[in-house]
T-cell receptor, first 114, second 118 residues
């Protein structure tokens, strides 16, 4: 069955520290992979997406993610976290057959210490 | 970027009544819209997919007679929760894309509607 796992329910990092949010997926076909951020009162915003090509994907707000097929992972990274990055982050997977039928992970809440 | 709005942002209703939630694409034509439900501390669960001018496709386990979806124009989709009960209380989120179901166009999300059924 298709699924997305975000093993960390919440993560706390200090402002300026690096960040890595984990995402593992189970998908029978070639996956399309996404990271979204959800802030209170705002809709989910797409940070980045991977469809094909270079497995290191650059996104908005200084985020990047790396697709590792052998590990079925698509971890999100940022070298230096800002206080404004505190939010809920969702990893999602879709497929070539129906790429907009997204399956979401359960989310990771990022807290940023001053 | 593309903007999707939802109205209302919050609604409280009595058990047994019906509630309509609107989803609008403000600056693009949304050929496909999606409705999700999000439980507290849980993931988004896709409820249904709608294409303009055609019937919505519901996910397994979602009651189509309870959650009525209408996508009458390229900028508006509505979700009506009929005969609402407390267990229908949730956060409902819509998204929209100008591409079709297999398009690589980005899906844009609305800010969500918090429904509370008393």
């Amino acid at each position: 069955a298709q699924s997305v796992t975000q093993p960390d329910i919440h993560i706390t990092v200090s402002e300026g520290a690096s960040l890595e949010l984990r995402c593992n997926y189970s998908y029978g076909a070639t996956p399309y992979l996404f990271w979204y951020v959800q802030s209170p009162g705002q809709g989910l915003q797409l940070l980045l997406k991977y469809f094909s090509g270079d497995t290191l994907v650059q996104g908005i707000k200084g985020f990047e993610a790396e697709f590792k097929r052998s590990q079925s992972s698509f971890n999100l990274r940022k070298p230096s976290v800002h206080w404004s990055d505190a939010a809920e982050y969702f990893c999602a997977v879709g497929g070539m057959d129906s790429s907009y039928k997204l399956i979401f992970g359960s989310g990771t809440r990022l807290l940023v210490r001053p | 970027g593309a903007v999707v709005s939802q109205h209302p942002s919050r609604v409280i209703c009595k058990s047994g009544t019906s509630v309509k939630i609107e989803c609008r694409s403000l600056d693009f034509q949304a050929t496909t819209m999606f409705w999700y439900r999000q439980f507290p501390k849980k993931s988004l669960m896709l409820m249904a997919t709608s294409n303009e001018g055609s019937k919505a496709t519901y996910e397994q386990g979602v009651e189509k007679d309870k959650f009525l979806i209408n996508h009458a124009s390229l900028t508006l989709s509505t979700l009506t929760v009929t005969s609402a009960h407390p267990e229908d209380s949730s956060f409902y989120i819509c998204s929209a894309t100008s591409g079709g179901i297999t398009s690589t166009d980005t899906q844009y999300f609305g800010p969500g509607t918090r429904l509370t059924v008393l």
